[in-house]
């Protein structure tokens, strides 16, 4: 959670949380007199009920992650615009990055991937997905993806990223992380080809995020980027030579 995330956690008067993907210890930083709700058994009319209640009240709605992926918050925004209700959008750390640090990688390597596809498996929610975004569309891309909400289908993630033009082969190296940043996170390092077999031995189905590509293997010392390049002059920085007094430490001024 980020620091502005825990500060309006602690300042709310009432909390919707989604105890199926939050850690209830992060209800250690709200207030004892905060009435709590929990949205995984609740509709959205529950949870618009809720806001309606009490329109001065400090409302905080806990997602998890990073709410602008999979929140589900856009029909929470045209209620809010609908009924002249203001709000804020707290950005938070999305599982793509959690599972990431879990496993110790960059997600943009140059020269391996340089972008990275979120997606999902269509499932219950078909109509939902638009036809040219399906995993064996992206698959061709051959880029960085991070799979989420199908670990509880495996057999058919595995054959839709090995579809006829993927740009994966059976030794292309995947991941599974499970929890990612919760005290018993889980990972597991697999291939493409072995995946259906992994996530079914790992009997998750709920909080785990799969991600595919090159950047995951193991590829020797990375290409380094253009960025810090001594020869790669940038707004910020000149082109430096050997000896260069660039980019020697500075003590930030406190006070006045
Ligand atoms: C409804 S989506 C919410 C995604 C969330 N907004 C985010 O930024 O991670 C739920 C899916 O996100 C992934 N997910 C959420 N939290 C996770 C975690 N801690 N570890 C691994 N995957 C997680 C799983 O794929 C899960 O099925």
Redesign the pocket.
């Given at each position: 959670m980020t620091i502005r995330g825990a500060s309006r956690l602690a300042a709310a008067d009432v909390i919707v949380w989604?105890s199926s993907?939050?850690?209830a210890a992060v209800l250690d930083g709200a207030r004892a007199d905060a009435v709590i709700h929990d949205s995984a058994v609740m509709t959205l009319e529950d949870v618009l009920g809720v806001y309606a209640l009490d329109p001065g009240a400090a409302i905080v709605r806990l997602?998890?992650?990073?709410?602008?992926?999979?929140?589900?918050i856009q029909e929470q925004i045209d209620w809010c615009t609908l009924n002249r209700r203001d709000f804020e959008i707290v950005p938070?750390?999305?599982?793509?990055?959690?599972?990431a640090a879990a496993l110790g990688r960059e997600l943009t390597v140059p020269r391996l991937s340089q972008s990275v596809v979120l997606t999902?498996l269509a499932g219950r929610t078909a109509a939902s997905m638009p036809d040219r975004e399906s995993v064996a569309a992206f698959a061709a891309q051959g880029a960085t993806m991070a799979?989420?909400?199908?670990?509880a289908r495996p057999t058919e993630l595995q054959e839709q990223l090995l579809a006829a033009g993927s740009g994966y082969s059976q030794e292309s190296p995947a991941a599974i992380?499970?929890?990612?940043?919760?005290p018993d996170?889980r990972v597991i390092r697999t291939t493409v080809g072995q995946l259906a077999e992994a996530l079914r031995q790992s009997e998750a189905t709920?909080?785990?995020?799969?991600l595919v590509g090159a950047v995951l293997g193991d590829n020797g010392p990375a290409p380094r980027s253009h960025l810090y390049s001594p020869s790669y002059a940038h707004t910020f920085r000149r082109r430096s030579s050997p000896g260069s007094t660039a980019g020697r430490p500075t003590r930030r001024q406190r006070g006045g």
């Open positions: 989604a993907l939050v850690p997602h998890s992650g990073d709410p602008s992926v999979y929140g589900a938070g750390v999305s599982s793509v990055a959690a599972a999902r799979i989420f909400l199908s670990a992380v499970i929890r990612a940043s919760w996170e709920m909080t785990a995020l799969v």
